[in-house]
Each structure stands twice: as structure tokens, then as C-alpha cells.
């Protein structure tokens, strides 16, 4: 069980259009999803945390109208990618915590990741 | 605010064991994890500890804490080639938010 999908799992575009990227959790209700950023060689970096229905809360330096988050249902998260440059280029992580998680006990299931190429 | 770190490399040869690191500065931390990333792959949970207990064992791995000095640590035991990947250890202070070290890169030769 806990398994939580992301697509797609590649995408390569042209600098200045937009990317959506999805995260489903297939088999379990998701309050929370968060979503990651990965440079290569390096740890995750957390950009945003999504409560469905609500809006997303975004860490210190990411760009909101940059990345759009919407989390529509209780299953899925989509990270827009608007205006993509090449300094975007990254592997995009998304995590599901379920809806009977608490504070303290914080398992987070995580999707394969999908690797943005701006050209 | 809140720091884990951890060691970037380890190499070790089939059979042997290992042993992967990690500091954290933030002692609210109820919860301690170790997660496993493969290549162009998401986080894989392997274990997690809880605050108060100094040790736990699973199978071939054996997470030890010593919170006083804010320290974790991973042995695997009888380590194989397809343990290759990198660990990441994790903590959530007092939030609802994972702390990420920054990774170490095992790898193992036979």
C-alpha cells in the first residue's frame, strides 16, 4: 500500500512555456502532499507543503506565481511550472502524507520524481 | 534553524559493513528517519528510530542515536551491491516538515 504516482516522469519543453506536473496517491486519502526540488548531487530541497483544499504554503525563497500548486482532492497535487527557464532544470519530488498521520509520526510516501529539462 | 549533515561518500566491498552518518541540531525531533534514493528514483523509507530509544534493529539494519550529542547513525550489515544508493537521514523538529541531510553516496564493489 502508500504508493504515490507522478506524472510524467520526463518532460522537456522550450524556455518560457509552462509545466504541469501531477501527484497521485492511489491507494490512500492525502491531506498533505509536499513537493521537492533536487539538484543533482544534492539533498531535497522542500519548496512547498499542499493541504487539500487549501492553499499551499511556500518556503522562503520559492516563488509562488512561479510555481503554482493546487491540491484539489484528498489524491491529487499539480505543480505548474509557469514561464520555465533552464535555471528550472531539476527533478521535481513530490510526498503524500496520509490523513492519519500526525505531527509527530511524519511518514511521508514519495513519488518517482519527474525530470524537468528546459531547453 | 535546523541542520543534518552528513558525509558525502562511502565505498565499501561486498559482505562488509557499513556505516553512514548524520548530525542534526534539532533536538525536538520525536521521530528519526533513514531513507534510501536509487537512481532517477523517489525516497524509499528503510527505517526510523524513535527519540527516546537509543537503538533499533531491523533485519540487516541497525539505526543507533545518541541524542545528547545529536547524532544518528546506519550500520548495514553484510552489504550488497544493490544497497548502492544514497541515504538521506531525516528529522521534523517540532513541524510538520522533513529535514533532509545531505545524502551519502554509497557504493559497493565486489
Known amino acids: 500500500g502508500a504508493v504515490v504516482s507522478q506524472h510524467p516522469s520526463w518532460v522537456i519543453c522550450k524556455s518560457g512555456t509552462s509545466v504541469k506536473i501531477e501527484c497521485r496517491s492511489l491507494?490512500?486519502?492525502?491531506?498533505?502532499m509536499f513537493w521537492y526540488r533536487q539538484f543533482p548531487k544534492q539533498s531535497l530541497m522542500l519548496m512547498a507543503t499542499s493541504n487539500e483544499g487549501s492553499k499551499a504554503t511556500y518556503e522562503q525563497g520559492v516563488e509562488k506565481d512561479k510555481f503554482l500548486i493546487n491540491h484539489a482532492s484528498l489524491t491529487l497535487s499539480t505543480l505548474t511550472v509557469t514561464s520555465a527557464h533552464p535555471e528550472d532544470s531539476s527533478f521535481y519530488i513530490c510526498?503524500?502524507?496520509?490523513?492519519?498521520?500526525?505531527?509527530?509520526?511524519?511518514?511521508?510516501?514519495f513519488g518517482p520524481g519527474t525530470r524537468l529539462t528546459v531547453l | 534553524g535546523e541542520d543534518v549533515e552528513q558525509s558525502l561518500f562511502l565505498s565499501v566491498r561486498e559482505g562488509d559493513s557499513s556505516v553512514i552518518n548524520c548530525t542534526y541540531t534539532d533536538s525536538s525531533s520525536t521521530y528519526l528517519y533513514w531513507y534510501k534514493q536509487e537512481p532517477g528514483a523517489g525516497l524509499q523509507l528503510l527505517t526510523y528510530i524513535f527519540s527516546n530509544m537509543d537503538m533499533k534493529q531491523d533485519q540487516r539494519l541497525t539505526v543507533l542515536l545518541n541524542k545528547k550529542d545529536k547524532h544518528l547513525s546506519l550500520r548495514i550489515a553484510d552489504t550488497q551491491t544493490g544497497d548502492s544508493a544514497i541515504y538521506f537521514c531525516a528529522e521534523n523538529g517540532n513541524t510538520d516538515k522533513l529535514i533532509f541531510g545531505t545524502g551519502t553516496r554509497l557504493q559497493v564493489f565486489p
Open positions: 510526498s503524500a502524507r496520509g490523513s492519519d498521520q500526525t505531527m509527530s509520526w511524519n511518514e511521508q510516501f
Open positions: 491507494d490512500f486519502q492525502a491531506t498533505t
